[in-house]
């Protein structure tokens, strides 16, 4: 489940955009997004946004002729289409019915193996192969649901723009987000919830019957994260239940029981980093600011209460046996916030069927307040650990949402900036003098990643350096193939002036959809539509002195998963 309209904010980002324009302008820009999410013309500012963004953000290389399509701000006051446009004549923003003569004409073959991780074992050494004895083996059914999972519009897409399509890194990356994520789980730490005989029982059960398509993860030393990468079609949530029911029906037996928990690779990372790195650890008390739906406090409360011994689960007639109370006062606590107080219902009672035994689940402290102004805690004594997974526009989870590429656009990561900066500052006092701030998206935009981290450390260290971002120890998960944060990159728009958007809502007509480039704040301040954006957008100079690349982005052509970003903040009292 993604965070794109929770904790920061319950108001959707596209109706917040809409009223941060001016009074003359909201009649156009309100026909404008009815235009935008009829025409899915999303998929084509994607691609020309990422494509249009330097070297480190999606791709190693950028595009050429990149200066050809950028239009300056200066020109935005009363722009027409002929001087602002940024996208080819062959990028449209179609209607329903053009984009239906556009599948018949488009014949892109969408086969599921060229996805990087898909093709064999040994196309990657990230894949490690399971020993098991097989007794018997269930056979997956060959599908053609494969396209109903993926998003091949956004492929067709690609193909179409003739000025990107012939940009090779590009394509890898298109190409990967345009097939289905497959499924990954984790298995818990379960040493006090569940007997070994019930996680072996399972563990042999999947392995006999589907290792066919099964492989642990060696990215991660335990071996506890399993993944479906070898079958064809892809196995994604979308069409589990229906290729293979009885394993539909395994794992979410096994989710329920608390014996797995599904989790995408980079949703996994920011408490396996923190664990590794020793930030938290068994009596650590960790506050999640943006909770919902979950998967990070329930990772994080095995971590904090892992070392329990059984007896304070089972001996519950020797209440007084000082070990027990011992093992019990160094647990972990755990407050677990959202601002959405129907999400955090649906939290609680996530924590309530996973299986954790209620003397952990008394660990858990709920709490419905705003990540940005969360208050100080009474006692007076702040946390070992923050986590702040903040809501984000989600485009890094477009291989199991499809509900995210049509409505795309800049806006509503520009929109959400300032939220997503308010609750990491928050983060940032609410966290003791040698502890840690997780900062986590699961998007690719810079302004929801670096330019966030970038306006926090900044705000941070005003007086006196005290803020800095954590090296990555080369020694941790070195099979993970991480890429660096970026120090520079471009702020975007969607032009609202470039066409007739009411005519073509009207008259079902083909348009063209335009981005606009803001080079600089100065300059976008300067218009009436664009004045609205914060500074804070745009990369400083001073950024470069960070060490942004410090942080960590997952691409998923990498390594067949998810986009991430994290990067990890330690407070001192001055840095050394």
Not at 317 to 345: E, F, H, P, V, Y
């Amino acid at each position: 489940m993604s965070k794109r309209t929770s904790s920061g904010s319950s108001n959707n980002p596209l109706s917040v955009a809409r009223h941060k324009s001016s009074a003359n302008n909201k009649e156009t820009r309100a026909s404008a997004l009815i235009w935008h999410r009829k025409s899915g013309t999303g998929y084509s500012l994607f691609i020309e946004y990422y494509s249009g963004q330097p070297c480190g953000v999606v791709v190693m290389d950028s595009t050429t002729a990149r200066s050809s399509r950028t239009a300056e701000c200066s020109s935005i006051s009363k722009p027409s289409p002929p001087e602002i446009s940024s996208l080819s004549d062959h990028r449209m923003g179609l209607s329903r019915a053009s984009k239906k003569r556009r599948r018949n004409k488009l014949k892109i073959s969408t086969n599921p193996s060229s996805c990087m991780l898909n093709e064999s074992p040994s196309s990657s050494t990230s894949i490690k192969s399971m020993n098991v004895t097989v007794s018997s083996v269930s056979t997956l059914p060959n599908s053609s649901c494969y396209a109903s999972c993926a998003s091949s519009e956004l492929l067709q897409v690609f193909h179409s723009m003739p000025t990107v399509n012939t940009h090779n890194d590009l394509k890898d990356f298109i190409t990967c987000l345009s097939q289905p994520l497959p499924i990954t789980f984790r298995l818990r730490q379960l040493n006090h919830t569940h007997s070994a005989h019930d996680l072996s029982a399972f563990l042999h059960q999947i392995t006999n019957q589907y290792h066919t398509c099964i492989q642990p993860i060696s990215l991660y030393p335990s071996q506890s994260i399993i993944t479906f990468y070898q079958s064809s079609p892809t196995l994604c949530k979308d069409n589990l239940k229906q290729l293979a029911p009885d394993l539909h029906h395994l794992l979410h037996q096994a989710s329920i029981s608390g014996l797995i928990a599904r989790q995408d690779v980079g949703s996994m990372l920011p408490i396996q980093v923190l664990s590794t790195l020793n930030y938290i650890k068994l009596g650590s008390k960790i506050l999640d600011l943006c909770a919902s739906p979950g998967s990070k406090t329930m990772q994080a409360l095995e971590v904090i209460t892992y070392s329990m011994d059984d007896m304070v689960q089972k001996d519950g007639n020797d209440k007084k046996n000082k070990k027990t109370t011992n093992s019990i006062s160094k647990l972990g606590r755990l407050i677990s916030n959202d601002i959405n107080a129907q999400r955090l219902l649906a939290l609680q009672e996530a924590v309530q069927r996973s299986g954790i035994p209620s003397t952990l689940q008394n660990r858990i402290v709920f709490t419905n307040y705003d990540a940005s102004v969360f208050p100080t805690p009474t006692s007076g004594k702040l946390f070992d650990c923050v986590l702040a997974d903040v809501p984000c526009s989600g485009d890094g989870t477009i291989r199991k949402d499809k509900t995210i590429l049509p409505g795309w656009m800049p806006t509503i990561a520009n929109t959400l900036h300032s939220t997503q900066l308010g609750i990491l500052k928050r983060a940032l006092e609410l966290v003791r003098v040698g502890g840690i701030v997780a900062y986590s998206t699961c998007s690719l935009n810079p302004v929801e990643n670096e330019a966030v981290v970038g306006a926090a450390l900044d705000w941070a260290n005003q007086v006196r350096p005290s803020i800095s971002l954590v090296t990555w120890p080369d020694s941790m998960l070195p099979l993970l193939k991480r890429r660096p944060g970026i120090s520079t990159w471009r702020v975007a728009e969607y032009d609202i002036h470039s066409l007739n958007h009411q005519q073509a809502v009207d008259n079902d007509k083909d348009e063209e959809a335009n981005l606009i480039w803001l080079e600089s704040f100065e300059k976008a301040s300067m218009s009436q539509d664009y004045n609205h954006l914060p500074p804070t957008l745009w990369p400083k100079q001073k950024y470069k002195t960070y060490s942004l690349n410090n942080c960590i982005r997952l691409w998923p052509q990498d390594q067949n998963t998810g986009g991430f970003f994290l990067a990890v903040l330690c407070k001192y009292d001055i840095i050394p």
